[in-house]
């Protein structure tokens, strides 16, 4: 690294800024742990949707992103309307959903955490100050069809994803998935998939 920034320097002698113009983003990732509940991120625009302004160098820019998570809480559900369509005819969902005092508490300890990151670093463009998303901005919503290991009415699926009460109904995605979590739940969704996939395989083979 420093015989790139010596060379850039001997290289481009009026540049202020000792970054190469083609050297690599920034990926640095901070794992959820008991001490640190939650994920953070600091990249430079890794989703392609914070563009910088063509008069800033984006050298000198990072994204900071930091996911926390929501107690799994019976309050928070999704009710189906009876008398309510939506445009295809199908009874509309509609979703309960509140933060509790825990999660409004580990909320603002996350954003102090990532406001004392962001300034350690330097300042902020205008108009991109640590902010909270309002709810349901989440891409990897988990437990709307939750897997449980019995029949109680608390869940939807079995640990293969396979309806409760019918034989030939499964289910995929991150729905299914019955525990909390700070970050892309994907891959957790794939494996589940193929879990149920073999499953079902397994069954019409009579195995």
Same mark, same amino acid.
């Given at each position: 690294?420093?015989?790139?920034?010596?060379?850039?320097?001997?290289?481009?002698?009026?540049?202020?800024?000792?970054?190469?113009?083609?050297?690599?983003?920034?990926?640095?990732?901070?794992?959820?742990?008991?001490?640190? =509940?939650?994920?953070?991120? +600091?990249?430079?625009?890794?989703?392609?949707? %914070?563009? $910088?302004?063509?008069?800033?160098? @984006?050298?000198?820019?990072?994204?900071?992103?930091?996911?926390?998570?929501?107690?799994?809480?019976?309050?928070?559900?999704?009710?189906?309307?009876?008398?309510?369509?939506?445009?295809?005819?199908?009874?509309?969902?509609?979703?309960?959903?509140?933060?509790?005092?825990?999660?409004?508490?580990?909320?603002?300890?996350?954003?102090?955490?990532?406001?004392?990151?962001?300034?350690?670093?330097?300042?902020?463009?205008?108009?991109?100050? =640590?902010?909270?998303?309002? +709810?349901?901005?989440?891409?990897?919503?988990? %437990?709307? $069809?939750?897997?449980?290991?019995? @029949?109680?009415?608390?869940?939807?699926?079995?640990?293969?994803?396979?309806?409760?009460?019918?034989?030939?109904?499964?289910?995929?995605?991150?729905?299914?998935?019955?525990?909390?979590?700070?970050?892309?739940?994907?891959?957790?969704?794939?494996?589940?998939?193929?879990?149920?996939?073999?499953?079902?395989?397994?069954?019409?083979?009579?195995?």
């Amino acid at each position: 690294m420093r015989d790139a920034i010596q060379k850039h320097k001997e290289k481009n002698p009026k540049d202020p800024i000792p970054i190469p113009f083609h050297d690599k983003a920034p990926q640095v990732n901070i794992p959820f742990s008991k001490d640190h =509940p939650y994920h953070c991120q +600091i990249h430079r625009d890794a989703f392609k949707y %914070g563009a $910088v302004p063509p008069s800033v160098d @984006d050298r000198l820019i990072v994204d900071l992103r930091w996911f926390g998570y929501a107690e799994a809480r019976y309050e928070n559900r999704v009710e189906f309307e009876t008398d309510v369509q939506d445009r295809f005819g199908m009874a509309q969902p509609t979703f309960h959903f509140q933060l509790s005092e825990d999660d409004a508490e580990r909320s603002h300890r996350m954003i102090d955490d990532m406001n004392k990151a962001a300034v350690a670093l330097g300042g902020f463009l205008p108009g991109s100050e =640590p902010r909270f998303l309002p +709810i349901g901005s989440s891409l990897n919503l988990t %437990g709307s $069809v939750r897997m449980g290991s019995s @029949d109680n009415g608390e869940s939807v699926c079995d640990s293969h994803c396979k309806i409760w009460g019918q034989s030939n109904l499964w289910l995929g995605g991150n729905g299914v998935i019955d525990a909390t979590m700070a970050c892309n739940v994907t891959l957790t969704s794939v494996a589940l998939a193929i879990r149920s996939a073999r499953k079902i395989l397994s069954l019409a083979d009579g195995q």
